[in-house]
Every structure is written in C-alpha cells, then in structure tokens.
C-alpha cells in the first residue's frame, strides 16, 4: 500500500499522558474548551458508578478539517480518543490538544486502536509541525503490519 493510500486509512488515536504524570483533566475543562470552539457541541458525560466497573467516560463532537469526529475521555486512565481518523486529521486534534489541553511541559503518548491489536507500546507524540506528526503517526500505522 502506497503511503498516500496508508494516509486516508481510518482508524481511532489514543493519546495519554505519560506513565505516572497527569494533565489534570477534568470533563467541566474539557467541555468548556470544546464550547469554545462550537458552543453547539455535542457532548455526554455518562457516569458508570452504579455498573459493575465503577468510572465514567466522557463522549464528545469536534469537527476538524471541515469533518465531524467523535471523542471520547477518561479520567481514569487519563486520556483523550478520536474515532474513525486519518493521519492528517489526528495530527490536527494533537495540535489542538497540545494548544488547549496539556499543560506545558507535559508530554503526550500516541497509540491507536490498530497498535493496541498489534500490541505496539505507546509512543510519544513529537512536538512538531502537523505534518511531522503525521508522518508519525504513518510510520505507526505501517508497524501495525498487514498493510500491503
């Protein structure tokens, strides 16, 4: 598969803070840093207390490049998630992410859904331009394998 094709394939992007620091997310941050951008947003905090997993989740809207994608945030793991995303658009939601949601100094690790099957460790994102991101995050999706 020829890298602008691996490019366009869609998949979801987990980003978390590194093992053992935080970025002191919290669902009320989180929403009001979305509203900001589109006070239209959806966004649903669901509570799982009374389940047999305690937790709860935090399922939200962004739009990115013209397209709307779906997000979703934990508290516990901390963490933020894009569903169905190309490089590019992942790229975008990093910079915004980095730009609004992690404090300075603070790193970011990257998976996705295809590195978890493939049981690749997380990597860290680069602190770069959009592009250099992607490419990033081409490379991880050629090690998921299977792609040829």
Not at 73 to 79: F, I, Q, R, T, V
């Amino acid at each position: 598969m020829e890298p602008e094709e691996i490019a366009e394939l869609r998949t979801m992007y987990i980003f978390t803070p590194p093992e053992g620091q935080s970025w002191g997310l919290t669902y009320g941050g989180l929403e009001a840093l979305l509203r900001e951008r589109d006070p239209e947003e959806f966004i649903r905090i669901d509570d799982d207390s009374d389940g047999p997993v305690s937790g709860s989740s935090m399922h939200f809207g962004i739009t990115l490049d013209d397209e709307e994608l779906e997000g979703m945030a934990l508290l516990s793991p901390e963490g933020v998630s894009v569903k169905d995303c190309t490089v590019h658009t992942a790229a975008a939601f990093v910079i915004w992410l980095t730009n609004n949601v992690v404090p300075t100094g603070v790193a970011m690790m990257f998976n996705t859904e295809w590195g978890l099957e493939a049981e690749l460790p997380d990597s860290p994102v680069p602190e770069a331009t959009r592009p250099r991101i992607a490419a990033v995050f081409l490379e991880h999706l050629k090690d998921t394998g299977d792609l040829d």
